[in-house]
């Protein structure tokens, strides 16, 4: 919302889908699922009311972990973001072949999610795999839940006994794919298998948007208020909620595309500086073709880089369950 982001004095001058022009500030709207980067729209020293934020670096791992707290609905409408926190993880080298590191990141995301959810205690965990495992970037939801250890199943045929413990996280995973495959709804289907089932948490993977190509398959966002199916590419869904789905929900997610208007945005950022606000939007309006919008980029790696993903998130997940 242009509103909850312009200096309070500002008068509005014009607005268009792409950008807003206001007396004292410019904006360009990119599209971001990160929490982190919803706050970077603001100056550093810009203090939000209702958000908290707390950064620290594992300089061992080299890991930056930033955790934003969006406490009211204030801070809600600012961020553009519901209520809740977000928990990101931003590993530079997470996207190459090194399996220490990748262990490493794995054990970094099993010790927030075991701050997320008190796994001191038996839970039943649904995991559902978001997204299109025909569309390579798409993908991460499906390819973390062929890989998780589930153990539901087991439990129920052999008892806990099969596992040498007295108590086991009972896993089971779904990849529901998306409704141009299925005619419905990702809520719909999930709704289904939880009124069966009854877990106690669902925990949902999916690939998600930056607005920063720094950040693709480089960060992890783990946030407790769910997660909307194709938001970040302006493809919204019923989201899975806890409101929706009477179940805690924790969202995984990892950005794997940027839109190219933001790219080609980016690349001319020294030009904007230079030009006065009229002139930023006649540039970008000649410079910005209208289908730029509806394309998204993602690296020529990508294959491979989801294969890494895709094994860091599952093992993270089997780590966080492993032990009641």
Not at 71 to 95: D, W
Not at 240 to 261: C, F, M, R, S, Y
């Amino acid at each position: 919302s242009p509103d909850s982001i312009v200096p309070p004095d500002a008068k509005p001058r014009a607005t268009t889908t792409r950008f807003c022009v206001w007396e004292g500030c410019f904006l360009f709207i990119k599209r971001t699922d990160l929490a982190l980067e919803a706050r970077e729209r603001f100056e550093e020293d810009v203090e939000i009311r209702g958000v908290a934020v707390e950064e620290s670096y594992d300089e061992r791992r080299d890991i930056r972990v930033t955790v934003v707290r969006i406490q009211t609905e204030n801070g809600a409408k600012a961020m553009g973001k519901p209520i809740g926190t977000y928990i990101t993880l931003e590993a530079p080298r997470m996207s190459e072949t090194d399996e220490d590191y990748h262990r490493e990141v794995s054990e970094k995301l099993a010790e927030y999610l075991k701050k997320l959810l008190d796994v001191k205690n038996e839970k039943s965990v649904l995991v559902v795999g978001l997204g299109n495992r025909e569309v390579t970037p798409d993908a991460l939801g499906p390819e973390v839940a062929g890989h998780l250890r589930v153990t539901r199943h087991v439990v129920r045929e052999y008892g806990k006994t099969a596992f040498a413990k007295e108590k086991v996280h009972l896993v089971s995973a779904i990849v529901p794919g998306v409704m141009a495959q299925t005619g419905m709804e990702t809520a719909e289907i999930v709704q289904g298998i939880v009124s069966e089932t009854k877990p106690d948490v669902v925990v949902a993977i999916d690939a998600l948007a930056a607005r920063s190509v720094r950040r693709l398959s480089r960060t992890i966002q783990i946030t407790d208020t769910g997660i909307h199916p194709g938001s970040g590419v302006g493809n919204h869904r019923n989201g899975l909620t806890e409101e929706n789905l009477q179940v805690k929900v924790i969202g995984i997610g990892v950005p794997t595309v940027v839109d190219a208007a933001t790219i080609v945005h980016d690349s001319m950022a020294h030009l904007l500086d230079a030009l006065e606000e009229t002139e930023q939007k006649e540039f970008l309006d000649e410079m910005i073709a209208p289908n730029l919008y509806s394309m998204f980029v993602t690296p020529k790696d990508v294959d491979e880089t989801i294969k890494y993903l895709s094994f860091m998130i599952s093992e993270g997940l089997n780590i966080a369950f492993s032990q009641v």
